[in-house]
């Protein structure tokens, strides 16, 4: 069964960086590759992608907007 997307952030067309909420309640993120960097330690299966920082700080924005009261503390903590 596939997963149900919702764009929190990033660009209209779907073919650039972009950040969505999933119908399971995860986040799944659109971007370039990332295949080697200092420090980046991937496990088997897992890719790296780069968003820039006003994507992710826009889904961050997104989410507080509309989010239970639990993500938005959790979100205010992490931050």
Known sequence: MSMRLHK????DNGTCPAVYVSD?????VQGDPVAAAEGLEL????TAVELPPD???AAVAALVESGSAETVQR???AL
Not at 24 to 28: K, Q, W
Not at 43 to 46: A, I, K, L, Q, V
């Open 8 to 11: 929190v952030s990033g660009c």
């Open 43 to 46: 496990g088997e299966g897992e």
């Open 24 to 28: 399971r309640g995860t986040a799944v």
């Open 75 to 77: 979100l205010r903590e």
């Open 55 to 57: 994507i992710v700080l």
